[in-house]
């Protein structure tokens, strides 16, 4: 998984970058990392105030002085470090061999302000745990238990050690509150943050569908250029991310349309502070759709693959819920959470008739979130 890519990287004269929202466990991650190499390794923690100090000057003799032997620099939560772009490029353009490790909970200041890094880095994307990560500690029986609790609770680490529902709300409504929209109000310094809620509280009652900044805009009463700054703002805190619509330039599809979804059902359910059970919902549908797309994302993520996801519809309402693109190669994708042995849209047929066409339920999910 994403270990593996990060060891396999340490040879590289590079700079990872490895990003992900607060509480996903990127630090658990590199402590691990830090054991297996803590001779070799120099951790710093950016957000202690002798790390901004001691990276203050700018000099490849400073850098020399504070590595010694280290080959490996790792630097958690780097985006509280000024200029730290151009302070990594210096060390990795100037001290051999050498490999470090960026960590930040938003993409405000690593991926913005990264230019003066260009082809120096590797990107990597750390989610909430994946599927695949849970089978390590469970069986295929406990899974299929286990799917409708991920559905309203999501899927963050911390979770697996959490035994009561009150303590499993209350965690999931203070990641929310408490840390997932810090960066936004550190960086951003929001002066209407409760407008901000709003805007999410609407988001997380619309998944699956397609939205309008206007109209949006309009029910806030702030106006579109807000709202777009505000969704923008959200992708780079990883609280969102966002489907658009998928057109071969056919008339008749649309294309400029988006949907957001969110990055954990956990997390849309506590802003909207709904965990009633799966049994109890009228947005399982909804919650389907969004928990499998995420999955697809990690195991996507995870296997360094590029590729593109969209929805696809008509003005007359025909629709797809996923088309996935890699390699110029397209499949499309149906989420339901009760089979219902669906065909794919006449239009779609027509215009795409190479292109496989599959139902996605709890009976064949796992082979196409995992490795099978």
């Known amino acids: ?104 909970s938003s993409a405000f200041e690593l991926v913005q302000n990264a230019a003066p890094l260009t082809g120096r880095t590797i990107t990597l994307l750390m989610h909430p745990l994946s599927q695949q990560e849970w089978q390590a500690t469970e069986n295929v029986i406990q899974t ?14 911390e979770l697996s050690t959490i035994t009561t529902e009150r303590d499993t709300t209350f965690y999931l409504n203070e990641l929310v ?49 807000t709202v777009e700054r505000y969704l923008d ?4 805190a990883f609280i969102i991310f966002p489907l658009g619509g998928y057109s071969n330039n056919l008339r008749k599809e649309v294309s400029k349309s988006k949907k957001y979804f969110f990055c954990d059902n956990g997390i849309r359910n506590a802003i909207i502070n709904d ?40 003005y007359d309402q025909q629709e797809i819920d996923l088309i996935e693109v890699e390699n110029q190669r397209l499949q499309a994708f149906e989420f339901k959470y009760k089979a219902r042995n669906t065909k794919a849209p006449r239009a779609f047929s027509k215009a795409y008739p190479q292109v496989s066409f599959t139902e996605i339920t709890p009976t064949n999910y796992l082979d196409w979130i995992t490795e099978g």
């Open 275 to 314: 965990f009633s059970p799966i049994s109890a919902r009228k947005d399982v549908g909804a919650l389907w759709e969004q928990y499998v797309i995420q999955e697809r994302r990690k195991f996507k993520d995870y296997r360094l693959e590029v590729y593109q996801h969209y929805f696809w519809r008509t």
């Open 144 to 157: 299929v238990e286990n799917l409708p609790e991920r559905l309203v609770y999501g899927s963050y680490p």
């Open 233 to 236: 703002l959200f992708q780079k």
């Open 1 to 104: 998984m994403i270990y593996d890519v990060l060891e396999k990287n340490l040879a590289k004269q590079k700079v990872s970058l490895l990003l992900g929202a607060r509480r996903v466990g990127k630090t658990a991650l590199l402590r691990k990392l830090y054991a297996n190499h803590e001779s070799s390794t120099l951790w710093l923690n950016a957000e202690d105030t002798l790390t901004e100090r001691l990276l203050a000057e700018r000099s490849v003799a400073n850098y020399k002085r504070l590595l010694g032997n280290k080959r490996l620099l790792i630097i958690d939560e780097a985006h509280f470090i000024a200029d730290i772009a151009r302070k990594a490029k210096l060390m990795i353009d100037s001290i051999e061999p050498l490999h470090i490790i960026l960590t930040g």
């Open 177 to 225: 509150n408490t840390y997932l929209l810090k960066d936004i109000l550190i960086f951003e310094q929001i002066r209407n943050a409760q407008v901000m809620k709003d805007l999410l509280v609407l988001l997380a009652y619309q998944i699956g569908s397609e939205v309008s900044a206007n109209e949006l805009g309009k029910q806030l009463g702030v106006s579109k250029n």
